[in-house]
């Protein structure tokens, strides 16, 4: 049997304890240890998998020598936290969003180059079954010439999810709303996709929760093959419904809604000619409520640990081959400057270029 990978995770919330169970659930990984700074929290976590629990970062890299840290703590901290854990010798696992601004970010992949580390940037659903038939056959060209790209994000969040945790809703720490927060794996997919936003133009509010950062965003986007797309996204869209990436060309189309492939239709499959009018009857179906109710449109506990196995034996088979990750910290910046640019764009009321770096 292969040795297995020695990890550590790096805050103890939801999405710690998220990380914990994939880890858990991997042949190739051993989750030895755990670090928040609420005692209570990492003794919880450390209690239900058997590990050791600890206050203070540095003193679980001294004593565990792990592999691999998850860093699973606020937005507005991965990046502090995950040079912490490079400079310690770890390899990193940084959930989403990579950091909050790109200064940060910069200093992150510098650090990663100067130690030699690994850093992946989580964005699991570029791993579901769905996304990876529409990302080959995109590769393939099956969708002819791309002209629209949209994402769609109607989800709901209580008053209650955002009092729950001070740094909930804010700009320092969670770096923006619905766009930076919740819907930043939508935007990943719609780029890796659709390909390199070139411009954005986009208004942003809060209408329905007391908070700084916006919870109703929509933006208008101009991808580098001339493409043109939109994200819409709200945090305020009661009971909350499924996530939809749509991807249209002129010789195909692709739905993803929920995670779940809804349609595809390729000229490529056609025994008859399309008519003028087109020849796609859409089937009605009530499986969008009841899948919502099982993600993370209403929950975000609710969110499974299934892909992020996925994605970390992703990083795992990187470090043992000396490769790159699918989603590299090169990866995990794209989507974070396509939201700042959004902000930028509903501030000023003007249009903004995406810087092309990295593609």
Same mark, same amino acid.
């Given at each position: 049997?292969? !040795?297995?990978?020695?990890?550590?995770?790096?805050?103890?919330?939801?999405?710690?304890?998220?990380?914990?169970?994939?880890?858990?659930?991997?042949?190739?990984?051993?989750?030895?240890?755990?670090?928040?700074?609420?005692?209570?929290?990492?003794?919880?976590?450390?209690?239900?998998?058997?590990?050791?629990?600890?206050?203070?970062?540095?003193?679980?890299?001294?004593?565990?020598?792990?592999?691999?840290?998850?860093?699973?703590?606020?937005?507005?901290?991965?990046?502090?936290?995950?040079?912490?854990?490079?400079?310690?010798?770890?390899?990193?696992?940084?959930?989403?969003?990579?950091?909050?601004?790109?200064?940060?970010?910069?200093?992150?992949?510098?650090?990663?180059?100067?130690?030699?580390?690994?850093?992946?940037?989580?964005?699991?659903?570029?791993?579901?079954?769905?996304?990876?038939?529409?990302?080959?056959?995109?590769? !393939?060209?099956?969708?002819?010439?791309?002209?629209?790209?949209?994402?769609?994000?109607?989800?709901?969040?209580?008053?209650?999810?955002?009092?729950?945790?001070?740094?909930?809703?804010?700009? @320092?720490?969670?770096?923006?709303?619905?766009?930076?927060?919740?819907?930043?794996?939508?935007?990943?997919?719609?780029?890796?996709?659709?390909?390199?936003?070139?411009?954005?133009?986009?208004?942003?509010?809060?209408?329905?929760?007391?908070?700084?950062?916006?919870?109703? @965003?929509?933006?208008?986007?101009?991808?580098?093959?001339?493409?043109?797309?939109?994200?819409?996204?709200?945090?305020?869209?009661?009971?909350?419904?499924?996530?939809?990436?749509?991807?249209?060309?002129?010789?195909?189309?692709?739905?993803?809604?929920?995670?779940?492939?809804?349609?595809?239709?390729?000229?490529?499959?056609?025994?008859? !000619?399309?008519?003028?009018?087109?020849?796609?009857?859409?089937?009605?179906?009530?499986?969008?409520?009841?899948?919502?109710?099982?993600?993370?449109?209403?929950?975000?506990?609710?969110?499974?640990?299934?892909?992020?196995?996925?994605?970390?034996?992703?990083?795992?088979?990187?470090?043992?081959?000396?490769?790159?990750?699918?989603?590299?910290?090169?990866?995990?910046?794209?989507?974070?400057?396509?939201?700042?640019?959004?902000?930028?764009?509903?501030?000023?009321?003007? !249009?903004?270029?995406?810087?092309?770096?990295?593609?």
């Amino acid at each position: 049997m292969t !040795e297995q990978l020695r990890f550590g995770i790096v805050g103890c919330g939801v999405i710690g304890a998220l990380h914990a169970k994939a880890i858990r659930s991997l042949p190739t990984a051993q989750l030895v240890s755990v670090v928040d700074v609420i005692p209570e929290r990492a003794q919880k976590l450390a209690q239900e998998y058997s590990v050791t629990p600890y206050v203070d970062a540095q003193e679980m890299y001294a004593k565990e020598h792990l592999d691999v840290a998850t860093i699973c703590t606020p937005s507005g901290m991965h990046g502090a936290h995950a040079i912490e854990a490079m400079q310690a010798g770890c390899h990193v696992i940084v959930e989403k969003p990579m950091e909050i601004n790109l200064a940060t970010i910069e200093k992150m992949l510098h650090v990663q180059q100067e130690t030699g580390r690994k850093m992946a940037v989580i964005s699991q659903h570029r791993f579901d079954s769905a996304t990876q038939q529409v990302h080959k056959l995109v590769d !393939e060209q099956e969708f002819g010439r791309l002209v629209l790209g949209n994402a769609v994000i109607p989800w709901w969040r209580s008053q209650q999810y955002y009092d729950s945790g001070a740094w909930r809703g804010t700009w @320092a720490l969670d770096g923006g709303g619905v766009l930076m927060n919740q819907s930043i794996h939508s935007i990943d997919l719609l780029q890796w996709l659709m390909g390199h936003v070139k411009s954005v133009y986009a208004y942003m509010d809060t209408l329905t929760h007391r908070m700084e950062t916006e919870d109703v @965003a929509g933006a208008v986007l101009r991808f580098a093959n001339g493409a043109i797309g939109t994200i819409t996204a709200t945090t305020s869209g009661y009971p909350g419904t499924s996530t939809r990436i749509e991807i249209y060309g002129d010789k195909g189309s692709a739905i993803i809604e929920g995670d779940k492939l809804k349609h595809l239709h390729l000229a490529r499959d056609d025994k008859e !000619e399309i008519g003028f009018y087109g020849g796609i009857k859409p089937k009605a179906t009530d499986s969008g409520a009841q899948e919502s109710a099982k993600t993370g449109a209403a929950d975000p506990a609710a969110i499974g640990s299934d892909t992020h196995a996925l994605q970390i034996d992703d990083m795992i088979r990187a470090i043992r081959d000396n490769g790159t990750p699918l989603v590299d910290g090169i990866a995990g910046r794209h989507p974070v400057e396509i939201i700042l640019g959004i902000y930028e764009s509903a501030r000023t009321g003007k !249009e903004v270029i995406i810087s092309t770096a990295g593609f």
